[in-house]
C-alpha cells in the first residue's frame, strides 16, 4: 500500500543533541513536506521541497535542517540550536503538478526533549 | 496579518444539526484548499479539498470556495458525537507551499 512512513514515533533526546526525523514516501509524490505541532496548536510548516536536490524554508526553520537527496526521502535534523523543541512532527507530500493532487500525513513522531 | 485564519473556537453545535467552519487566506494568488479533520494525539485525515468557486459535496460534507472575498467554508450536516475534532484549513499556494490555519475545535453535544 502508498504512503508515508515516519520513524521514530517517539523520540526522547539530551539537551544539546541533535536527532534525525526519517520520512519516506512511496507515492511518487513531487513535493514533500515538515511541520510542527504544539499542544493546542495548529501545524507550522519548518521546511519544504517541490524537488529532488532543491527545499524552501517555512515558517519556523530555525534551528532545523533537511535534505532531498532522493524524490522519496525528505529528513529532518532538529540542531541543539532549536530551543524548544518538545513538539509533534508531521510530515506530509502532494502530487504537485496538479491542482487535484490531494495532502497526506505520516502518522507523526513525538519529539520530547528531557 | 496571519496567512491562514481560523476562528479557534470551541464551536458546539447539537447532534444533527449543521456545523459551520470558516477560513479566510491572505494569498489571492493561492490554488487549491483543504480540510483536514484531527483528534487528539493523531495525523490529520483529509476529508475534503477543493480548488474552484463554488460548492464541492461529499456525503455529508459540504466544502464552499469564494475566491473573490478569500474565504473557504466547511458544512457539517447531520453533525454526530464522532465529528468532535479539531478542523484544520489549509492553503497550498505559490511554490506549492502549504500553510494551515489554527484550527477550530467542533464539539457535538448529544
Known amino acids: 500500500d502508498g504512503g508515508i512512513t515516519q520513524s521514530p514515533k517517539y523520540l526522547f533526546r539530551k539537551e544539546g543533541q541533535n536527532v534525525t526525523l526519517s520520512c519516506e514516501q512511496n507515492?511518487?509524490?513531487?513535493?514533500m513536506y515538515w511541520y510542527r505541532q504544539d499542544p493546542g496548536q495548529g501545524l507550522r510548516l519548518i521546511y519544504y521541497?517541490?524537488?529532488?536536490?532543491?527545499?524552501q524554508k517555512g515558517d519556523i526553520a530555525e534551528g532545523y535542517s533537511v535534505s532531498r537527496e532522493k524524490k522519496e526521502s525528505f529528513p529532518l535534523t532538529v540542531t541543539s540550536a532549536q530551543k524548544n523543541p518538545t513538539a509533534f512532527y508531521l510530515c506530509?507530500?502532494?502530487?504537485?503538478?496538479?491542482?487535484?493532487?490531494?495532502?497526506?500525513f505520516g502518522e507523526g513522531s513525538r519529539l520530547t526533549v528531557l | 496579518q496571519k496567512e491562514v485564519e481560523q476562528n479557534s473556537g470551541p464551536l458546539s453545535v447539537p447532534e444533527g444539526a449543521i456545523a459551520s467552519l470558516n477560513c479566510t487566506y491572505s494569498?489571492?494568488?493561492?490554488?487549491?484548499f483543504f480540510w483536514y479533520r484531527q483528534y487528539s494525539g493523531k495525523s490529520p485525515e483529509l476529508i475534503m479539498f477543493?480548488?474552484?468557486?463554488g460548492d464541492k459535496e461529499d456525503g455529508r460534507f459540504t466544502a464552499q470556495l469564494n475566491k473573490a472575498s478569500q474565504y473557504v467554508s466547511l458544512l457539517i450536516r447531520d453533525s454526530q458525537p464522532s465529528d468532535s475534532a479539531t478542523y484544520l484549513c489549509?492553503?497550498?499556494?505559490?511554490?506549492?507551499?502549504?500553510?494551515f490555519g489554527t484550527g477550530t475545535k467542533l464539539q457535538v453535544i448529544p
Open positions: 506530509a507530500s502532494i502530487q504537485g503538478q496538479t491542482l487535484t493532487g490531494e495532502l497526506f
Open positions: 521541497s517541490q524537488i529532488v536536490n532543491d527545499f
Open positions: 507515492l511518487n509524490h513531487d513535493a
Open positions: 494569498d489571492r494568488g493561492s490554488q487549491s
Open positions: 477543493i480548488y474552484s468557486n
Open positions: 489549509a492553503v497550498r499556494g505559490g511554490y506549492q507551499k502549504v500553510t
